[in-house]
């Protein structure tokens, strides 16, 4: 399994992008995806995570409100629509794939794949 990020890129405060994970290899029948991130000096944090069967969503609490996950089956993608971005979302964000559900969704541990990441730069 391969997954590719794509969509990030610079934005001014209060805009919006939109990521594209695609998943290649095979049709992704596992449990969930999820973004993440991660900013200079700090740790890769959760973002939010949909489950691939039923389409439920989880968010971090810094993005609620914010950002919207979801995923087409039928394209083997998924998506994180991010609006009303700040500064402190400027990080390099990491689509992941889960493919048994073992590991709560919000943990990295929980993800047995993982992109490459793409950069999200968001000026004041």
């Known amino acids: 399994v391969q997954l590719q990020a794509s969509g990030g890129g610079l934005v001014q405060a209060g805009g919006s992008l939109r990521l594209s994970c695609a998943v290649s290899?095979?049709?992704?029948?596992?449990?969930?995806m999820g973004w993440f991130r991660q900013a200079p000096g700090k740790e890769r944090e959760f973002v939010a995570a949909v489950t691939w069967s039923t389409g439920s969503t989880y968010y971090a609490d810094s993005v609620k409100g914010r950002f919207t996950i979801s995923r087409d089956n039928a394209k083997n993608t998924a998506y994180l629509q991010m609006n009303s971005l700040n500064p402190e979302d400027t990080a390099v964000y990491y689509c992941a794939a889960d493919t048994d559900g073992i590991v709560v969704v919000s943990m990295v541990r929980a993800y047995d794949y993982w992109g490459q990441g793409t950069l999200v730069t968001v000026s004041s």
């Open positions: 290899g095979r049709t992704f029948s596992g449990y969930a």
